[in-house]
């Protein structure tokens, strides 16, 4: 099936958005410097053409003069690429970086329970360096490189159509191998990036899974599956590095036969008195070069180029992916609730997680949802977060639809409290206000009312928490997750199975926070069925193979006798 063709030039544009002094700059020092290459070649022309006695309308003296002035040029030149062309790589690549992180925020909420965040990591890390140089850095050797070229064959031509005549034919073999070699530099390239991103996931996986590799006792295994990927990876650098310098070997090669071809035969015709001197012999000699370079590094830069093109278009290609469509970002008040009717979902086609469910979650109460594990609890408030809008039936929040409201007004009034909170390798105070500025008292109120301000007590507020808050136990992980929310002042928390892997008295006083919380639409998904905490909703979900089951007060449900008074007597 044809991949569709993604629009890579909004990320073109970071290159030079803000950037255009320094690439004019840049650009004039490319130009001054081809021509001030060609100027050399000229000059040593004269100059030999004087000492022999075949001068032309310059003295030495002159020539002399003509010679400082040209090496202030060219150092005046080289001060203005050493000023302006670090600037615009430096600059453009940082705006090519910024512009790719903010569009991977503009993700869907759950777009990394099916992406892989590797791939991300490695095109912010490893492919960067590619982009620089074979997009950026590029630029200007293509120029003077086509300018020196060009300016060459010109002079040539003027010293001596059949010497240039000579020395293009002598460059075909240069020009063929450079042809024939530049796309599998560019190959090489992308197998590096490739294998490259396997060995990034390699790392992430056992840094993520680090306890279960420890406790199931296979290091062992760990370390030759990153052995292999350190393998992969040095073969594939070690491959591409051996076909660069295959490339150079033969460009310098046949380069060295075309030089020593032109000079033999510029002295043959000098010594046979056909026209040309020995400083047109030497400038031919010199001139060559600028033919020859283009011919040997065009090609590979032109490969390079491509393939830090097709590295562009492939993080552009991921970024198109799982981003929620926005509608209208006008607040929402959520004043009666959210109204969910007839909704199905599968995750894939023919495998239903959610099967015609109906409900309303009343705005201001505390409901539970209950149910076995798979029975559609999570996928529930994952799709109260908008994670995904491929379902059949309607989730109303009020009186509009969930996909007609944008991300910003509908994450101003809802946030979730997952079993697994994220806690930055920050300070408690930037973890609870999520690096916003908010005033003292009120992330002092928030602390409190989530049970945090026996913890910044201890530590203070300035406390580093580690990366993924390894410095904190779970319990006050799950407290500041609820500062976060309180400081946010959502008026809907979802809170999904947050107290499962805490001990049950740390599970007890979180829940009890959340339950104590006034004014805000709470709907938890539990597995703990403790009958102090479940008299204290207004109302349980009971969800059994991706439908509701039963609902109803706790009394009412024992009262029933149904599923749920099974699943509790279970659990007692």
């Not at 803000?18 to 050399?40: D, K, P």
């Not at 296979?218 to 076909?243: D, H, P, T, Y």
């Not at 020995?278 to 400038?283: C, N, P, R, V």
């Not at 930037?430 to 009312?449: Q, V």
Request: proline residues 1%; neutral net charge.
């Amino acid at each position: 099936m044809k991949t569709e063709k993604v629009n890579i030039r909004p990320f073109i544009k970071q290159f030079s958005k803000g950037n255009a002094l320094c690439f004019m700059m840049s650009l004039l020092e490319s130009i001054l410097t081809a021509l001030g290459m060609l100027l050399v070649s000229w000059l040593l022309q004269q100059l030999v053409d004087v000492i022999g006695g075949a001068g032309g309308g310059f003295s030495f003296y002159d020539l002399g003069i003509i010679s400082l002035i040209l090496v202030a040029g060219i150092a005046l030149t080289g001060v203005i690429g050493y000023h302006f062309r670090p600037q615009f790589i430096v600059r453009g690549i940082s705006q090519y970086k910024n512009y790719v992180f903010s569009r991977i925020t503009e993700k869907s909420i759950s777009a990394f329970t099916g992406e892989n965040a590797s791939s991300y990591i490695s095109a912010l890390t490893n492919d960067i360096p590619l982009i620089e140089t074979g997009y950026l850095k590029n630029i200007f050797p293509i120029i003077e490189n086509i300018l020196m070229f060009a300016g060459a064959i010109a002079l040539m031509l003027y010293y001596s159509p059949i010497l240039t005549l000579i020395a293009l034919l002598l460059s075909l073999l240069p020009l063929i191998l450079s042809v024939l070699t530049g796309n599998k530099v560019a190959r090489a390239e992308k197998r590096v990036s490739d294998q490259n991103e396997l060995y990034t996931l390699s790392i992430k996986d056992v840094l993520s899974g680090f306890s279960v590799v420890k406790s199931f006792q296979a290091e062992k295994e760990m370390i030759r599956i990153f052995r292999e990927n350190v393998s992969s990876l040095a073969s594939e650098q070690c491959r591409g590095q051996k076909m660069r310098i295959l490339v150079a070997l033969l460009g310098n090669i046949s380069g060295i036969i075309a030089q020593l071809g032109v000079f033999l035969f510029g002295a043959y015709l000098a010594l046979s008195g056909k026209g040309v001197t020995a400083g047109t012999t030497i400038a031919f000699v010199q001139l060559m070069n600028f033919v020859l370079s283009p011919i040997a590094t065009l090609p590979t830069c032109f490969a390079e180029r491509k393939a830090a093109k097709a590295l562009i278009e492939k993080v552009a290609q991921a970024l198109d992916k799982n981003i929620r469509e926005e509608k209208n970002n006008t607040a929402i008040a959520l004043n009666r609730g959210i109204a969910i009717q007839n909704l199905t979902f599968a995750y894939e086609k023919d495998n239903i997680v959610l099967n015609d469910v109906s409900c309303f979650f009343e705005a201001g109460k505390k409901y539970a949802v209950v149910g076995a594990s798979g029975s559609g609890k999570s996928t529930l408030l994952n799709l109260l977060m908008a994670s995904h809008s491929d379902y059949m039936g309607e989730i109303n929040y009020d009186d509009t639809e969930i996909r007609q409201i944008g991300s910003n007004a509908l994450y101003d009034i809802q946030s979730i409290i997952q079993q697994n909170v994220f806690v930055f390798n920050a300070t408690i105070r930037e973890n609870i206000a999520m690096f916003k500025s908010f005033a003292d008292d009120e992330i002092d109120h928030a602390a409190e009312l989530s049970g945090l301000k026996e913890l910044i007590a201890e530590k203070g507020e300035d406390y580093l928490c580690g990366e993924n808050g390894s410095g904190l136990s779970g319990g006050e992980k799950q407290r500041i997750s609820i500062a976060r929310s309180l400081l946010k002042k959502s008026k809907i928390l979802l809170v999904d199975e947050a107290t499962s892997s805490l001990d049950k008295e740390t599970a007890h006083q979180v829940s009890e926070a959340i339950l104590s919380l006034d004014g805000i639409t709470a709907i938890v998904v539990t597995h703990a069925l403790d009958e102090g905490l479940l008299r204290r909703f207004d109302n349980i979900l009971t969800f059994r193979n991706g439908k509701i089951e039963e609902e109803g007060t706790f009394e009412e449900l024992i009262e029933k006798k149904g599923y749920f008074y099974s699943l509790y007597t279970v659990s007692q």
